[in-house]
């Protein structure tokens, strides 16, 4: 029966082939994974030292509990942990904007099994509490189509047998794209945006923020500062690549 299976596949995958998201060469047309093994080779997986609350790779011969780059130790941030998969080299960009703005969201299960084995080395997932993706505004939801957070909080979310908290945390404003914006105007942008409609479902939480790509850390900052605001106890946050 694998057999045929198999034959019919590749049948089919003459007359309507299936090509990888990165590359666009051919991959097998039963793979549920759009990309190919090529291209997940020349990822730049991030397996370096780090600062261990922003993420920001630094001089790994401090230990780990020591590690902090200059920027935390002057002006720290309201999350306590950052993890992300991937640096952002040009085949992560392609991945991460092909799911992000060209309508690709079956990469959820490739980009989320990353971040998942990162949380699983990295992160003691029995002592957090509820998995919160990062919110969009309901005029952006509505023209993408799918909150993109949402759809790797939720993969992350069933990995690891957690709840999903997809209605706690909201955005109230329809601030301008974070990318189209210069570093020094993205805190300004972004600011007081968030707001946590259930204070009681946090309190006291630990809490996994999930979003796809981190630049400057101004958008993990108000989220997470929302979050502790209304009595969350620990925030960390898992993204799939920084920039």
């Not at 309507?16 to 730049?44: H, Y």
């Not at 920001?56 to 401090?62: K, T, V």
């Not at 929302?226 to 969350?232: E, T, V």
Request: charged content about 25%.
């Amino acid at each position: 029966m694998k057999t045929f299976l198999k034959f019919g596949a590749e049948v089919l995958n003459v007359f309507f082939p299936n090509r990888c998201v990165i590359c666009l060469e051919q991959t097998v047309v039963w793979s549920a994974d759009p990309v190919c093994a090529e291209c997940k080779g020349r990822m730049e997986l991030n397996n370096g030292a780090a600062c261990r609350v922003c993420g920001e790779p630094i001089d790994g011969a401090l230990p780990q509990d020591f590690r902090l780059c200059g920027e935390c130790r002057i002006n720290p941030p309201p999350f306590d942990q950052t993890l992300f998969s991937l640096h952002y080299e040009e085949n992560a960009k392609k991945l991460i904007r092909q799911f992000k703005f060209y309508g690709k969201a079956g990469l959820a299960g490739t980009i989320a099994a990353l971040m998942s084995a990162r949380l699983n080395r990295e992160l003691d997932m029995e002592t957090v509490d509820m998995v919160i993706p990062l919110p969009l505004h309901f005029l952006r939801l509505f023209k993408r189509g799918y909150n993109q957070s949402y759809l790797l909080a939720g993969r992350i979310a069933k990995t690891f047998s957690l709840p999903l908290e997809w209605d706690v945390l909201v955005k109230t404003k329809n601030a301008a794209p974070q990318s189209l914006l210069r570093k020094s105007a993205r805190q300004k942008n972004i600011r007081k945006v968030f707001e946590v409609v259930r204070p009681e479902a946090v309190s006291g939480k630990n809490i996994l923020i999930v979003d796809d790509l981190m630049t400057t850390g101004a958008t993990l900052r108000e989220a997470a500062g929302a979050l502790k605001k209304a009595g969350a106890r620990t925030v960390a946050c898992s993204v799939a690549a920084r920039a």
